[in-house]
């Protein structure tokens, strides 16, 4: 869902170009590269800020002399970020290992995605971002039945009345078992109505591989799959416009450990799950956002939505910026549909038919209430 406007309070309408520049450089360092220097001076806070927006403010070093003039607070701010974030994932990793536990008895294919495993695989590091959830892909068809499981373990679905259009329109639903808890993300799809969606969605749940937590086992996405649910994120980031340099890494990451086999048949599982041009679009943009910070190239075939290295940084990193000329939503589809006119017009189909359920459901309940309130003595 887009982000509330209100939580780029501090940074928008900020000259934050410096900050930004001052992330790139530590986010391409963290991947490995030698980058140029970044500017001698930031804001500590914007900076800080830019990164948690964008998930990736653990990725920046601790150390004051690392960083430019001024940034010595963003230590204490960083060390207390950290121990949280070590806590909240503890407790999704636990919860995570308990979900596979209980649909591994009932026999049911499932494939855990994002989380702390991830970026053990990716980063060698389970605490790189902070983790509220355990996401959970699963076939439509099982959804009942995990359902069932969950609330037996006593999770309680979320969304009130809105559920129904969660499940069905979004393809996912929320639980939750204790207010500070970790809350499970049921799904089973991995894009929201209006953007390009996976062709075969049971293709993610067949090439799940095994990792180990203390002892048990827990389904996650293959290397390559990794890959394109990474491009998926960015796509969908750009739609909300969200920040989403943290995605871009995953992507970079992904695609970095790659074998020369995986890497050599990732474009055709894209091709084959209709995601060519999510893929393209994903991995051009990440070579904008590191254009001069990198000099490896990450492109995976065509650019079906070239833009400007500089628009599209801040499309993906700063989306607050009121200076940026957003290309139209219909537009970018129309790309990433591949220009196919049945595609293009089924998700279009798509979007306007999760709206108008959500239409219906809210007038539904405005009517409720008003009946309620009229019926008080």
């Known amino acids: 869902m887009p982000f509330d406007p209100g939580q780029f309070a501090l940074v928008s309408g900020r000259d934050v170009s410096a900050e930004t520049a001052v992330l790139l450089h530590h986010l391409a360092r963290r991947l490995g590269d030698t980058p140029p220097p970044p500017p001698p001076a930031a804001d500590p806070q914007l900076l800080f800020e830019i990164a948690r927006l964008n998930k990736v403010a653990l990725f920046l070093p601790r150390d004051p002399q690392a960083l430019p003039e001024g940034c010595a607070p963003l230590r204490g701010w960083l060390d207390a970020m950290r121990l949280k974030t070590m806590t909240m994932n503890r407790r999704s990793l636990k919860a995570g290992a308990e979900v596979a536990?209980?649909?591994?008895?009932?026999?049911?294919?499932?494939?855990?995605?994002?989380?702390?495993?991830?970026?053990?695989?990716?980063?060698?590091?389970?605490?790189?971002?902070?983790?509220?959830?355990?996401?959970?892909?699963?076939?439509?068809?099982?959804?009942?039945?995990v359902r069932g499981l969950l609330e037996a373990a006593g999770f309680r679905a979320q969304g009130g009345r809105l559920a129904g259009w969660w499940w069905r329109s979004l393809g996912e639903l929320h639980f939750a078992r204790e207010a500070l808890g970790p809350v499970v993300d049921?799904?089973?799809?991995?894009?929201?109505?209006?953007?390009?969606?996976?062709?075969?969605?049971?293709?993610?749940?067949?090439?799940?591989?095994?990792?180990?937590?203390?002892?048990?086992?827990?389904?996650?996405?293959?290397?390559?799959?990794?890959?394109?649910?990474?491009?998926?994120?960015?796509v969908k980031a750009l739609f909300g416009r969200e920040p989403c340099a943290g995605y871009l890494m995953d992507l970079r990451a992904s695609l970095a450990l790659l074998s020369p086999d995986e890497a050599k048949a990732l474009p055709r599982l894209a091709a084959e799950q209709g995601l060519t041009e999510t893929l393209g679009f994903a991995s051009h943009a990440l070579d904008a956002v590191f254009a001069g910070l990198s000099a490896r190239s990450f492109a995976i075939g065509g650019n079906p939505l070239p833009l400007?290295?500089?628009k599209l940084r801040r499309m993906l990193v700063t989306p607050w910026d009121a200076g940026i000329d957003w290309p139209r939503r219909r537009s970018v589809l129309w790309a990433l549909c591949g220009r196919a006119p049945l595609r293009y017009a089924r998700e279009t189909a798509r979007a306007a038919r999760s709206e108008a359920y959500r239409r219906s459901l809210g007038l539904a309940l405005s009517r409720q209430a008003t009946t309620a309130e009229g019926s008080r003595p």
Not at 106 to 127: E, R, T
């Open 101 to 145: 536990g209980l649909l591994a008895a009932a026999g049911i294919a499932h494939v855990q995605f994002k989380g702390p495993l991830q970026q053990l695989a990716l980063y060698g590091d389970a605490n790189a971002k902070p983790v509220g959830d355990v996401d959970l892909l699963v076939a439509e068809a099982d959804g009942p039945r």
């Open 186 to 234: 049921l799904h089973h799809r991995v894009q929201q109505p209006g953007s390009p969606d996976p062709r075969r969605i049971g293709a993610f749940l067949d090439n799940a591989v095994p990792m180990d937590f203390e002892g048990k086992v827990i389904p996650v996405l293959s290397a390559s799959d990794r890959c394109l649910l990474a491009a998926i994120s960015v």
């Open 308 to 310: 400007p290295a500089d």
